[in-house]
């Protein structure tokens, strides 16, 4: 399976993007798929995850702000990001844990007046 990331990019504080993340495989309804973030010298962090069957889970930092969507017709995921902080400044990767791993190339999304 491979994993296609987009929509990163620069933003001011309080701006909103959307990144999508295109998956390859014709089971995609049955994938279970996160997005996570990554700045330099600190771990990767989960930010958001969504099942097959829809239900999705947020990090208290992006709770109210995020929002993880799929579209199982278009292969795709998407993460709605609002009022974002320059905290939220990193480099953001789609994953793919269930039934099988897979890591997308990341996106730098950069929150910056």
């Known amino acids: 399976v491979q994993l296609v990331e987009s929509g990163g990019g620069l933003v001011q504080p309080g701006g909103s993007l959307r990144l999508s993340c295109a998956a390859s495989g014709d089971t995609f309804s049955r994938y279970s798929l996160a997005w996570h973030r990554q700045t330099p010298g600190k771990k990767r962090e989960l930010v958001a995850s969504i099942t097959g069957s829809g239900e999705t889970n947020y990090v208290d930092a992006v709770k109210g702000r995020f929002t993880i969507s799929r579209d199982n017709a278009k292969n795709t995921i998407s993460l709605q990001m609002t009022g974002l902080k320059p905290e939220d400044t990193a480099v953001y990767y789609c994953?793919?844990?269930?039934?099988?791993?897979?890591w997308g190339q990341g996106t730098q999304v950069t929150v910056s007046s």
């Open positions: 994953e793919l844990y269930y039934p099988t791993m897979a």
